[in-house]
């Protein structure tokens, strides 16, 4: 009773005296904005990481990449073979711990072109099928290679949907889903015949998003008809790492070797040199094994040379944790600070309240509040101030993350999270709380006579 | 026992050195359902004496009795707890509250009272029908007159069905008609076989009250209305008035 009572009078404390009010939440508002913000920053971030992650083929991928040789094998860098077929040959031979190996031969530079249309950008490389399973990939439409593609190096092609957008166009433009299978394109000049085409990855914001439009497309809202909802940086907020998928071209990797590289583009020389090649582990939970195995067996390949490194997934994971961790550890900083003085502006201002109500709180003795009653109300109304001051700043932080939004578009779309605006709310109740308690008590020990004489 | 009892009651105050005895030595029993007044010149004790008498405030010697709690052993708390149900105030300046409407500084006693919320308000309404104020309730105090001021102060002093009322001045801003109206309040009050006692300066108004009790220096000189003169408590009473009278 008491307590909803002081809740009442509270607000309206706050509501006979806006502006100081006001300037007094300035601090909680700050707070929490920055607490908010902060957690929906690093939300954003994580829910790119993981969505990234995935479309990149998950954790348990480990990629093989070229490294200069070590210093004190200076020497041997002229016999330094590169990562080969023979590699891949032998992981899947003598690794056990490697359950997929998937070499890759990427074609830089090359132009895709279909007529008078041309794609700019492209992710063209030489695959076996087992880079399926490797990038997770999704086949939706025709087949993909098989032995004698591979075998015979035929001029066969699977696309993702961002080759078929620019090369054909997008179903959003033309009105309807084309379905390239039997056309033939130019990579470089040579023709490939598409057999295949993914399914087109986004991320979950644009899935939903879409979802979104369509529903309202369904139910005949004109903002359908306002035209195609706003596009950011590269291309859209559904991510670059699917972006990038989408725009993949793989041919048979026996393709790629001979009509690309056996002419030895540039040198004259045939290389046979993969340009990555990317492993799975058996049991994610023994990475270390795998790789140490993965290791052994291509030194052998390699005559010792260490011309060659492991780059885990979890490296990158924990690079961005670290990142994670930092901003946290700033955003909370900040909100710390922020909440800080919030509670000494509270604290101020209540005082001054308290002082300017000394004869209100003698009367309310006079009739029968006690110490704890007085001493409750006040602690209440200064949890309301800074309550509604949390109510405040998640309006200014929803507005917050809204203006980074639009001002830096990426793929980590910041995502306001439920627990972030309950933890910064029960913060700013604690905050209010605790700077009420020496007003609160101040008030409490007021003599009810003293208090009716004061003028 | 009598439902108030001081005895040997001072209250002093030190200003600079100086000790001011705004109450010296008082002894006085005040019986359930008597209508007195209190009356002295300005800076007498009188309010000083009232304030004891309710609770408000302890004495700094001697010992005051209130329906048989022995007020100066008790905590502040439970001071309050006795102000909130067994005695409602009146003042001169009628100390409202500015932010509440009429039925909401009626309600006040109440809510520390832990009245529950639909009682509060019929109980407020009734109080405020009895002071014929049930059409102004949810004026602002600074929307009322002084005399309608008062009424709101008076039923909320009569919310919590007190046995004793005080009142200190509670004409001092009134003019004489609206004092006359609040004085017959406060009668019909003791008729109802509540407790009122009256502070005032003005003899006019004492003379309504069957007791008188008359203030100087911070002493009691009082002034007995023949028909109480006989009984036994005033001659135990050790005052030196009492003291003369009995001689
Ligand atoms: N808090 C205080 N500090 C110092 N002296 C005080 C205090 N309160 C009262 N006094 C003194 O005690 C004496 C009695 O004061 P009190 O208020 O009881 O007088 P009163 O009879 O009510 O006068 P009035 O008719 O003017 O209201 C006065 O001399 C006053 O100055
Ligand atoms: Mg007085």
Same mark, same amino acid.
């Given at each position: 009773?008491?307590? =909803?009572?002081?809740?009442?009078?509270?607000?309206?404390?706050?509501?006979?005296?806006?502006?100081?009010?006001? =300037?007094?939440?300035?601090?909680?508002?700050?707070?929490? #904005?920055?607490?908010?913000?902060?957690?929906?920053?690093?939300?954003?971030?994580?829910?790119?990481?993981?969505?990234?992650?995935?479309?990149?083929?998950? /954790?348990?991928?480990?990629?093989?990449?070229?490294?200069?040789?070590?210093?004190?094998?200076?020497?041997?860098?002229?016999?330094?073979?590169?990562?080969?077929?023979?590699?891949?040959?032998?992981?899947?031979?003598?690794?056990?711990?490697?359950?997929?190996?998937?070499?890759?031969?990427?074609?830089?530079?090359?132009?895709?072109?279909?007529?008078?249309?041309?794609?700019?950008?492209?992710?063209? &490389? *030489?695959?076996?099928?087992? /880079?399926?399973?490797?990038?997770?990939?999704?086949?939706?439409?025709?087949?993909?290679?098989?032995?004698?593609?591979?075998?015979?190096?035929?001029?066969?092609? &699977?696309?993702?949907?961002?080759?078929?957008?620019?090369?054909?166009?997008?179903?959003?433009?033309?009105?309807?889903?084309?379905?390239?299978?039997?056309?033939?394109?130019?990579?470089?000049?040579?023709?490939?015949?598409?057999?295949?085409?993914?399914?087109?990855?986004?991320?979950?914001?644009?899935?939903?998003?879409?979802?979104?439009?369509?529903?309202?497309?369904?139910?005949?809202?004109?903002?359908?008809?306002?035209?195609?909802?706003?596009?950011?940086?590269?291309?859209?907020?559904?991510?670059? +790492?699917?972006?990038?998928?989408?725009?993949?071209?793989?041919?048979?990797?026996?393709?790629?070797? /001979?009509?690309?590289?056996?002419?030895?583009? $540039?040198?004259?020389?045939?290389?046979?040199?993969?340009?990555?090649?990317?492993?799975?582990?058996?049991?994610?939970?023994?990475?270390?094994?795998?790789?140490?195995?993965?290791?052994?067996?291509?030194?052998?390949?390699?005559?010792?040379?260490?011309?060659?490194?492991?780059?885990?997934?979890?490296?990158?994971?924990?690079?961005?944790?670290?990142?994670?961790?930092? +901003?946290?550890?700033?955003?909370?900083?900040?909100?710390?600070?922020?909440?800080?003085?919030?509670?000494?502006?509270?604290?101020?201002?209540?005082?001054?309240?308290?002082?300017?109500?000394?004869?209100?709180?003698?009367?309310?003795?006079?009739?029968?509040?006690?110490?704890?009653?007085?001493?409750?109300?006040?602690?209440?109304?200064?949890?309301?101030?800074?309550?509604?001051?949390?109510?405040?700043?998640?309006?200014?932080?929803?507005?917050?993350?809204?203006?980074?939004?639009?001002?830096?578009?990426?793929?980590?779309?910041?995502?306001?999270?439920?627990?972030?605006?309950?933890?910064?709310?029960?913060?700013?109740?604690?905050?209010?709380?605790?700077?009420?308690?020496?007003?609160?008590?101040?008030?409490?020990?007021?003599?009810?006579?003293?208090?009716?004489?004061?003028? | 026992?009598?439902?108030?009892?001081?005895?040997? &009651?001072?209250?002093?105050?030190?200003?600079?050195?100086?000790?001011?005895?705004?109450?010296?030595?008082?002894?006085?029993?005040?019986?359930?359902?008597?209508?007195?007044?209190?009356?002295?010149?300005?800076?007498?004790?009188?309010?000083?004496?009232?304030?004891? =008498?309710?609770?408000?405030? #302890?004495?700094?010697?001697?010992?005051?009795?209130?329906?048989?709690?022995?007020?100066?052993?008790?905590?502040?708390?439970?001071? @309050?707890?006795?102000?909130?149900?067994?005695?409602?105030?009146?003042?001169?300046?009628?100390?409202?509250?500015?932010?509440?409407?009429?039925?909401?500084?009626?309600?006040?006693?109440?809510?520390?009272?832990?009245?529950? *919320?639909?009682?509060?308000?019929?109980?407020?309404?009734?109080?405020?029908?009895?002071?014929?104020?049930?059409?102004?309730?949810?004026?602002?105090?600074?929307?009322?007159?002084? $005399?309608?001021?008062?009424?709101?102060?008076?039923?909320?002093? =009569?919310?919590?069905?007190?046995?004793?009322?005080?009142?200190?001045?509670?004409?001092?801003?009134?003019?004489?008609?609206?004092?006359?109206?609040?004085?017959?309040?406060?009668?019909?009050?003791?008729?109802?076989?509540?407790?009122?006692?009256?502070?005032?300066?003005?003899?006019?108004?004492?003379?309504?009250?069957?007791?008188?009790?008359?203030?100087?220096?911070?002493?009691?000189?009082?002034?007995?209305?023949?028909?109480?003169?006989?009984?036994?408590?005033?001659?135990?009473? +050790?005052?030196?008035? @009492?003291?003369?009278?009995?001689?």
């Amino acid at each position: 009773m008491i307590i =909803l009572n002081s809740i009442v009078i509270g607000l309206k404390e706050i509501w006979a005296h806006k502006v100081r009010s006001l =300037l007094t939440m300035m601090g909680i508002i700050l707070g929490v #904005t920055s607490l908010v913000g902060m957690a929906a920053i690093i939300k954003g971030m994580e829910n790119g990481m993981k969505e990234a992650m995935i479309a990149m083929g998950g /954790v348990d991928k480990v990629l093989t990449r070229d490294q200069q040789v070590p210093a004190w094998q200076d020497h041997l860098a002229d016999q330094a073979p590169g990562i080969t077929l023979v590699d891949v040959h032998a992981l899947k031979r003598s690794a056990p711990l490697i359950r997929l190996v998937s070499p890759e031969m990427s074609l830089d530079d090359v132009t895709i072109s279909r007529g008078d249309k041309r794609s700019d950008y492209s992710e063209c &490389v *030489g695959v076996w099928p087992s /880079v399926l399973e490797m990038n997770l990939h999704t086949l939706e439409h025709g087949r993909f290679f098989n032995d004698l593609d591979e075998e015979q190096a035929r001029p066969v092609v &699977v696309i993702g949907t961002g080759i078929r957008d620019e090369l054909f166009g997008k179903p959003s433009e033309v009105g309807r889903e084309i379905v390239p299978l039997g056309e033939t394109i130019q990579i470089d000049g040579q023709p490939f015949v598409i057999v295949g085409m993914f399914q087109e990855y986004i991320g979950e914001q644009e899935a939903k998003e879409r979802a979104r439009a369509k529903l309202e497309a369904a139910q005949g809202t004109s903002k359908a008809a306002a035209g195609p909802k706003r596009q950011r940086g590269w291309g859209r907020r559904g991510g670059w +790492a699917f972006w990038r998928k989408n725009y993949t071209i793989y041919m048979p990797l026996n393709t790629a070797w /001979v009509r690309f590289r056996s002419a030895g583009r $540039g040198t004259g020389i045939p290389d046979p040199r993969l340009t990555d090649m990317d492993i799975k582990v058996a049991d994610f939970g023994r990475m270390e094994d795998a790789i140490q195995q993965a290791r052994n067996v291509m030194l052998l390949t390699h005559q010792g040379i260490e011309d060659f490194t492991f780059e885990t997934q979890e490296n990158q994971i924990e690079n961005i944790n670290k990142q994670i961790r930092n +901003a946290r550890m700033s955003g909370g900083f900040i909100a710390g600070i922020s909440l800080l003085v919030g509670g000494i502006g509270i604290m101020n201002i209540m005082l001054a309240s308290i002082n300017e109500r000394v004869r209100e709180i003698g009367i309310c003795k006079a009739v029968g509040a006690t110490g704890p009653n007085i001493f409750l109300q006040i602690l209440i109304e200064s949890a309301v101030i800074a309550v509604v001051g949390g109510l405040m700043g998640l309006v200014v932080s929803e507005l917050f993350v809204e203006l980074i939004g639009v001002l830096t578009p990426s793929q980590n779309t910041p995502m306001i999270t439920r627990e972030a605006e309950a933890v910064a709310v029960g913060f700013s109740a604690l905050v209010g709380v605790i700077a009420g308690i020496l007003p609160a008590i101040k008030a409490a020990r007021f003599s009810p006579i003293e208090a009716l004489r004061y003028e | 026992m009598a439902l108030l009892e001081l005895r040997n &009651v001072s209250k002093i105050y030190h200003l600079g050195g100086e000790e001011i005895r705004a109450l010296d030595d008082v002894s006085l029993d005040i019986g359930a359902g008597e209508f007195v007044s209190i009356i002295g010149p300005s800076g007498s004790g009188k309010s000083t004496l009232m304030h004891i =008498l309710g609770c408000l405030d #302890t004495p700094s010697h001697g010992t005051v009795t209130l329906d048989g709690i022995q007020v100066e052993k008790a905590s502040a708390s439970e001071l @309050a707890r006795v102000r909130n149900r067994k005695i409602g105030f009146v003042f001169q300046f009628f100390n409202l509250l500015p932010k509440l409407n009429v039925v909401q500084n009626v309600e006040l006693p109440m809510i520390y009272a832990g009245v529950s *919320g639909s009682q509060r308000r019929e109980q407020a309404l009734q109080a405020l029908e009895m002071v014929e104020l049930g059409n102004r309730l949810k004026n602002r105090p600074s929307q009322l007159s002084g $005399g309608q001021q008062q009424r709101v102060a008076i039923a909320r002093a =009569l919310v919590n069905n007190p046995r004793i009322i005080f009142a200190d001045e509670p004409t001092g801003n009134l003019d004489t008609h609206t004092g006359e109206v609040i004085l017959a309040l406060f009668r019909r009050l003791s008729q109802e076989g509540r407790t009122v006692i009256l502070v005032t300066h003005n003899p006019e108004i004492a003379a309504v009250t069957p007791r008188r009790i008359e203030i100087r220096n911070g002493r009691i000189a009082e002034k007995v209305d023949a028909r109480l003169a006989g009984l036994d408590r005033l001659a135990a009473s +050790a005052t030196p008035a @009492a003291a003369v009278a009995g001689a």
